[in-house]
């Protein structure tokens, strides 16, 4: 696998940004493996090898981040850099801090960094194929929230969401994001309110997320395929994730709920949960695609 982090000006955050992008290039080959030449390997390792091409593309997965995390977080702590080498899959995590990755009441935009900008850059400097087939979004804790947002203002851009451990940030139960910024449990949880406002002003506005699903369902159009997970031993975690799932089959949107069994809310429960996004779950082709 080929790793790097990639730094550039956010126009849209008004700063540098790190995103860490992943390729799967030890499933490429710079000449045609032919007439039985297998330079560097081994036994038993006689596997044809696609070519590295001009204009050659990759299906690519938007990992987020949890709280309290960075973007080199998900590589460290899990092997989702593994996953997506045996599946032949590029992956894109970008930094976005502790702002539940949506447009800040401070004025930050982390939902449209992550929502416009950074699939343009993506799609443009990298080998990132643009067709919505082969655009995924996943995250875990925080990012949970991260990705079913995205993919539900973005309907366009995604073929399928996952949400693992999805507890805090955006919601499709407005009320609860109205009552968590209201309870005394997030009275010392300043970057919430900051992130969010008031919580008399959620109804109706760019937070409230199943009215933009309705919206867009109103419109005609296609949703994303949602997968959202818990473990069995997250609590409250786990109510407000079958909440969330509940409330898209309602919406009659593709939807699948599932429980990690003894799952708690850490890397343990991610990583076992990532493996299976990545083997099961999505869509993958699991090879480069030639234009």
Known sequence: ??????????QVLGCYVDVSIVFPTDQLSYYRMEDGFRHHVGPG?????????????FQTVYLMHGGGDDDSLPYRYTSAERYAQQNCVM?????????FGVDTGSGVKYATFVGEELPTVVQALFASSPAREDNFIVGYAM???VALGQAIMHPERYAACVDISGGIGMTLDTQKLIDELQSPHFEDFPIYHAAFGPADQIRGSRYDIHQICVQNLVAGKAM???HLMAGTEEGAI????ME?????????IDVQYMDVEGGRHDFALWDSALKLVFDELLPLRRKPLYT
Do not use: H, W
Not at 46 to 57: D, E, G, R, S
Not at 91 to 99: F, G, M, R, Y
Not at 238 to 241: E, P, T
């Open 224 to 226: 994303p395929v949602f």
């Open 91 to 99: 992956l894109v995590t970008p930094n976005i801090a502790n702002s």
């Open 244 to 252: 969330d799932a509940r409330m898209l089959k309602e919406l009659g």
């Open 45 to 57: 390792e006689q596997k044809v090898l696609p070519c590295y091409a001009q204009n050659m593309k």
């Open 143 to 145: 990012g949970g929230n």
């Open 238 to 241: 786990r109510a407000r994730v």
């Open 1 to 10: 696998m080929s790793s790097m982090r990639f730094n550039f000006r956010s």
